[in-house]
């Protein structure tokens, strides 16, 4: 089956480096599970939201999210799951996915589930 983004995931999507629009891209095409984008660009308010609920280890001027074009980019799969097990099949399908995606367009990236 063929995905296509969403209008939120096509939003998020622009705010992010090409490098990784293109990635994301490629990422959608080749999945077997539907996907979406639930962050590009973080501001300052974003941010320090996501470092006080624990969504995010950094604070405003700390996190790759914080330039414009984004540096990172947040994919999940679709339906987000209630209770994120990145030990879980999807997870790590689309962690592989997006590491072969961006190795084939010429450039690295950690996935976040890595982070301690």
């Known amino acids: 089956?063929?995905?296509?983004?969403?209008?939120?995931?096509?939003?998020?999507?622009?705010?992010?480096?090409?490098?990784?629009?293109?990635?994301?891209?490629?990422?959608?095409?080749?999945?077997?599970?539907?996907?979406?984008?639930?962050?590009?660009?973080?501001?300052e308010q974003e941010q320090n939201d996501a470092f006080l609920r624990g969504a995010s280890k950094a604070r405003f001027g700390q996190s790759k999210h914080n330039t414009m074009p984004s540096q990172a980019i947040d994919i999940c799969p679709y339906p987000i799951p209630k209770n994120w097990d990145t030990n879980d099949r999807r997870w790590q399908e689309m962690a592989l996915n997006a590491m072969w995606c961006a190795g084939k367009l010429g450039f690295e990236i950690t996935w976040g589930g890595s982070f301690k």
Do not use: V
Not at 14 to 38: E, G, P, V, Y
């Open 1 to 43: 089956m063929a995905y296509k983004w969403g209008k939120s995931s096509l939003n998020n999507l622009k705010s992010c480096d090409k490098r990784l629009q293109d990635m994301a891209n490629m990422m959608l095409a080749r999945s077997d599970f539907d996907l979406t984008i639930t962050c590009g660009f973080r501001g």
